[in-house]
Antibody, heavy 118, light 111 residues
Framework: QVQLVQSGAEVKKPGASVKVSCKVS????????MHWVRQAPGKGLEWMGG????????IYAQKFQGRVTMTEDTSTDTAYMELSSLRSEDTAVYYC???????????WGQGTMVTVSS | QSALTQPASVSGSPGQSITISCTGT?????????VSWYQQHPGKAPKLMIY???NRPSGVPDRFSGSKSGNTASLTISGLQAEDEADYYC???????????FGTGTKVTVL
């Protein structure tokens, strides 16, 4: 059974970068298609990007292109999401989630709260 | 890519049935059978309840069912229970460069 464990909460200043990790257990990262979804306080879910198994590439939502980088360390089965040039609007809970059958996000990490404040 | 449209809130009494709609376009909901639904309790991560329009993952009660007609998908909860009180989000694969889009979310209240 797949489990995703994310890194702890972060507080960053505007303009800084944050890197959130997502450790996989129960499977190897190469067997999974990892994605990232965020949720601002009191708001809905927003897809940021992830690995597209159709073409074997990482795809980013247009909104985040140029600011987000998603990487994987297969030696430790850990996925990373780095967001740069942070602004207050990036304050949110960031989730990693695996893409399962039917293009649904079937397993979710517990979430990482990122607060951007001066 | 705009978010899929859901009603802000839906309520029902225990034992009743409720239906949540999720309206998109022919580029997402109407164009693919890749519609999924998620339940989210306060302070918790979302949980997959329905995938591919109407399939339930193992462990999800059969009180939850999904369907689609044209550009609108629906989630029905039959025999509403207190623990069903939560936020619900739909999601769809899209033909746009933003591959996946979520709905605006619906708060379900059990009266």
């Amino acid at each position: 059974q797949v489990q995703l464990v994310q890194s702890g909460a972060e507080v960053k200043k505007p303009g800084a970068s944050v890197k959130v990790s997502c450790k996989v257990s129960g499977y190897t990262l190469t067997e999974l298609s990892m994605h990232w979804v965020r949720q601002a306080p009191g708001k809905g879910l927003e897809w940021m990007g992830g690995f597209d198994p159709e073409d074997g590439e990482t795809i980013y939502a247009q909104k985040f292109q140029g600011r987000v980088t998603m990487t994987e360390d297969t030696s430790t089965d850990t996925a990373y999401m780095e967001l740069s040039s942070l602004r207050s609007e990036d304050t949110a809970v960031y989730y990693c989630a695996t893409l399962g059958p039917g293009a649904a996000f079937d397993i979710w990490g517990q979430g990482t709260m990122v607060t951007v404040s001066s | 890519q705009s978010a899929l449209t859901q009603p802000a809130s839906v309520s029902g009494s225990p034992g009743q049935s409720i239906t949540i709609s999720c309206t998109g376009t022919s580029s997402d909901v109407g164009g693919y059978n890749y519609v999924s639904w998620y339940q989210q309790h306060p302070g918790k991560a979302p949980k997959l309840m329905i995938y591919e329009v109407s399939n339930r993952p193992s462990g999800v009660p059969d009180r939850f069912s999904g369907s689609k007609s044209g550009n609108t998908a629906s989630l029905t909860i039959s025999g509403l229970q207190a623990e069903d009180e939560a936020d619900y989000y739909c999601s769809s694969y899209t033909s746009s460069s933003t591959l996946y889009v979520f709905g605006t979310g619906t708060k379900v209240t059990v009266l």
